[in-house]
DNA sequence: ATATAATATGAATATCAATTCATATGAACG
DNA sequence: CGTTCATATGAATTGATATTCATATTATAT
């Protein structure tokens, strides 16, 4: 292997630490998920209850509260009740900004 | 099940189609994986070639090679050969600002 | 109090993706 | 041309995570 002293002592001063890059990481983990992806960008057309979100989708209810779960506990989506009912939707305006990055890319002609 | 049909009408009318919110969710699952973050982090701030990210990272060099070929097929990052050595940057913009996004979230006070 | 509707949750299963292992390729050099 | 170094790749294994299944919770209505 060859030397890289001056190089690695560059990235190591700058690098985040590794909660952060953990953090960083889970977040956009977060995002990858086909599921937990047509949610948001469901949610960032319209409030919508559990049973809405599962018959659009047409995937099972229990399923779609385990991926709202994930999605509350990122601080991505927030939830108010109304009787038996569960209405949800996003609570972080960076879900746009991200998903619109994200966007760009895919779309960008090469 | 109680009824949704008008919000069904609107975010069906809205929502993206199936393959462009397929490769959304490709790309930001290859920036939820830990080693890949920290390969996109160091990659932003130097370019380096294989075996330095490897012994920087201290993670086998084909586990990164495997990394590489992801993120290249992702168009994030490009490579050059100069003899044995094979080169990493970046390749694309949106890499800063789709972390940056993500950063700002996770460093939002509640 | 019981029944029903909407949602949530724990555990089991099924699916998918990251790492490892073995090996191949490509380049430089004697 | 054989050896060494840097990197890449296919297949096997391991590890993680999404979905399903069974059931619990919460609220409303009769």
Known sequence: MHDHHALLDHVMKEMPDDSTLDNLTRLFKVFGDRTRMRILYALSLEEMCVCAISEYLKIE????????????????????REGKTVYYSLDDSHVHSIISEGYEHITEVH
Request: no cysteine; proline share 0%; net charge positive.
């Open 61 to 80: 209810q229990t399923a779609i509260s385990h991926q709202l779960r994930v999605l509350r506990e990122s601080r991505l989506i927030k939830s108010r």
